[in-house]
Every structure is written in C-alpha cells, then in structure tokens.
C-alpha cells in the first residue's frame, strides 16, 4: 500500500470522528435507545443505592440527635474530622487499610499471574480445568463459612493446631491474642479466597494471544521461559493497568466481611487488624455516633477518589492506551 493510501485511510478515519464527536450525546441517545434503555435498571440502581445517599454526607459535620428530624442535629464544622486527626485514629486506619490493600494488590497479581501462566503452559486438557476448577472454588465459600474453618483451626482450646501441638507435647499457641500473626493470615485467607478469580481473568487474557507470535518465536529458537517474558507477559501489560487502577480505587475500601468475620470484636488485634470499614461499623453500632462515622466515611471516599485520579493521570502520561479516561 503506497504512502499516499495510508494518508487517504488516516485521513478518513480522522472525519469519522470528528462527525461522531459532532454528532453528541442526545444523537447516540436517539439512534441507540434500545442500548440506553437496557442500562436503565442499573443506573437507577446506582442513582438508589449510592447517589440518593450522599445527601447523608452532611451528617459528617454535625453532632447527629436522634431525637432530633434528619437536618436539625447541631452543626459542628470540622469538628468530627479533627477529632479523628488528633487521636491518631484517622492515621492508623489509614495506614492499615492502605497495607493491607496493597499487599492485596501486588501479591494477587502477581501470583495470578504466575498461576495463570503455568496452567496455559500445562499440555493436560482434563488435568487443566480440574486445576483451574479448583483454584476458583474458595472465591465462591462465603466469609461466614470462612470464620468457621479458621476459628476451628486456631481456637486456643480446642483447635486443630492446638491438638497438634499438644499431641506433640509442645505448649498451645494463643493466635488470637498475638495482633502480628493475623498481618500474616488475613493476607493469606484472602489470597487463599480470591487469587481464583483474578487468576480466571489472566487465564483468558492469555487465551486471547494469538498463536502466531508463539509460533513464530519458536521458529526463530526462543525457549519456553523466552516466550513466557517477551510475549506473553508484556501482553498482559493492559489487562494488569484495568485491574491495577479498579484495585487502587477501592484502596480506601477494605475487604469489611473478611476482616470482621476473621476477627469479630476481639480488642486485642484492633491495633494490626482495624480498617476504617470496621470503626465506621463498630462506631455506628457500639456509640451510634453517626456524625464521626460519616466523617471516617467521607474520609475514605475523598482519599480514594484522589488516589484513582492521580493514578490515571500518571498512567495517560505513559501510555494514553491504558488510561481509563
């Protein structure tokens, strides 16, 4: 194809989005009603549960009565906010929230990707789908169910480590008094829990390689751990980025089932183990202080919202391919 070819085909491609940019939104609104009528259900679900709610936000700025109707608590400012700042609270849920998550991050990823990749390579058609069955399994037991099989493995009186220490005439182990052993299980119960399905995602992102550059390296002598590094995980680059940046946007979110579930109210482990999910809930249900509840909240949403903003720009800056917009 000759130069001046590619110039009329750029060109063309060129007008066709300047007329789609032009034509706007009640245009696409028009012509693709059936599609906009289908996204209606969730929109007004969003607009329900997490839009109509933010009137709430105002709670945070007050000293919440409820003998009081819903705007006629007493206006506090700041108050609340810099309650949480000074105690240190706000700091160490931070800190821990923004670990834990991170570790969530990076080594789910990771050895998703790891897995991911050593079942492509597996030649075994049978052997690979009761693997890949089995990894996926644990995402779908529930964090009730989860609590039961670790309390029953650790419980200091009766449990199954425990037994075993004592059949080998060795002293039991209180693990839950000791807040640094669970910095180390809770990052492996949720591996545990949902490395599966993130692996399943890389799965099928690997699945979509063509075969032709395998083929091609193998012609041209490249090993197995060859073709590993220079094709398929540099492939994998934009499904990591989309993962990376819905992972980091709910950074400030914490896995709330999994913590509260594993840990309950034990007061000892507060100090390794509280995210700001679980003072919101402990605040609301223990001192049904709302108004320091919704500032812990608020808190959360704004540094989480930042988060992804800065990420995404950084992101654009390197490769406007993989930006979320």
């Not at 259900?41 to 009081?68: E, W």
């Not at 109707?69 to 506090?76: C, E, G, T």
């Amino acid at each position: 194809m000759s130069t001046v070819e590619l110039g009329i085909q750029a060109d063309g491609r060129a007008r066709l989005r300047t007329r789609r940019k032009k034509k706007g939104f009640l245009y696409e609104l028009v012509h693709n009603r059936v599609m906009f009528l289908m996204l209606l259900p969730t929109l007004i679900f969003f607009l329900v549960n997490s839009y109509f709610p933010m009137v709430g936000i105002y709670y945070a700025f007050t000293q919440f009565d409820f003998n009081s109707s819903m705007f006629n608590s007493k206006f506090v400012g700041l108050q609340n906010f810099e309650f949480l700042w000074r105690s240190g609270t706000l700091v160490k849920l931070t800190m821990n929230t923004i670990g834990y998550n991170i570790a969530f991050i990076v080594l789910g990823n990771v050895l998703a990707i790891v897995c991911a990749i050593l079942l492509s390579e597996l030649s075994g058609k049978w052997f690979k789908k009761i693997s890949q069955s089995v990894m996926f399994l644990p995402y779908f037991v529930s964090f009730v169910i989860l609590s039961v099989i670790v309390y029953n493995l650790f419980n200091y009186d009766s449990g199954f480590l425990n037994t075993m220490l004592t059949q080998f005439g060795l002293d039991p182990v209180d693990v839950y008094s000791k807040p640094w052993a669970w910095i180390f299980l809770i990052i492996v119960f949720y591996l545990w829990k949902n490395l599966g399905y993130s692996m399943v995602i890389y799965l099928a992102a690997i699945t979509g390689i063509s075969d032709e550059y395998y083929e091609a390296a193998t012609i041209d002598g490249a090993n197995i751990f060859q073709r590993i590094w220079y094709i398929t995980v540099p492939m994998l680059k934009s499904t990591f980025v989309v993962l990376l940046l819905f992972a980091l946007g709910s950074i400030m979110k914490g896995q709330f089932d999994l913590f509260y579930q594993l840990i309950g109210n034990n007061g000892l482990l507060y100090n390794a183990t509280d995210i700001l999910d679980t003072y919101v809930y402990r605040s609301l249900k223990v001192t049904f202080d709302v108004g320091m509840a919704t500032a812990a909240g608020v808190y959360q949403s704004l540094f989480g919202f930042v988060l992804i903003m800065t990420v995404n720009y950084i992101i654009r800056k390197i490769n406007d391919d993989y930006a979320l917009f």
